[in-house]
Nanobody, 116 residues
Framework: QVQLVESGGGLVQPGGSLRLSCAAS????????MNWYRQAPGKERELVAA????????NYVDSVNGRFTISRDNAKNTVYLQMNSLKPEDTAVYYC?????????WGQGTQVTVSS
């Protein structure tokens, strides 16, 4: 059973930092690319960051480039999203995602709220 469990969300002030974690199980983690998505209130879900199986290719949406860092530890079956210089517009539910044989799998999401 594929399972993705996010953690690390919370309430932070503008300019603050958070590190999200996604613990994966039920599949060969090291063979698959991992992604972070987010969905803000009233907006469509968007891809925030993506990382290939051996971290050879990393991509970010323009709005977070330079502030967020995606990484993975294949020995721990975990993917991370380090978020720095957070802005109110980063407020969203953040989801871990992978695609295995043309099927999407999602975590339950973790809430990130950036507010003073």
């Amino acid at each position: 059973q594929v399972q993705l469990v996010e953690s690390g969300g919370g309430l932070v002030q503008p300019g603050g930092s958070l590190r999200l974690s996604c613990a994966a199980s039920g599949f060969t983690f090291s063979k698959y690319a991992m992604n972070w998505y987010r969905q803000a209130p009233g907006k469509e879900r968007e891809l925030v960051a993506a990382i290939t199986r051996a971290s050879g290719s990393i991509n970010y949406v323009d709005s977070v480039n330079g502030r967020f860092t995606i990484s993975r530890d294949n020995a721990k079956n975990t993917v991370y999203l380090q978020m720095n210089s957070l802005k109110p517009e980063d407020t969203a539910v953040y989801y871990c995602n992978t695609n295995i044989v043309h099927r999407d799998y999602w975590g339950q999401g973790t809430q990130v709220t950036v507010s003073s």
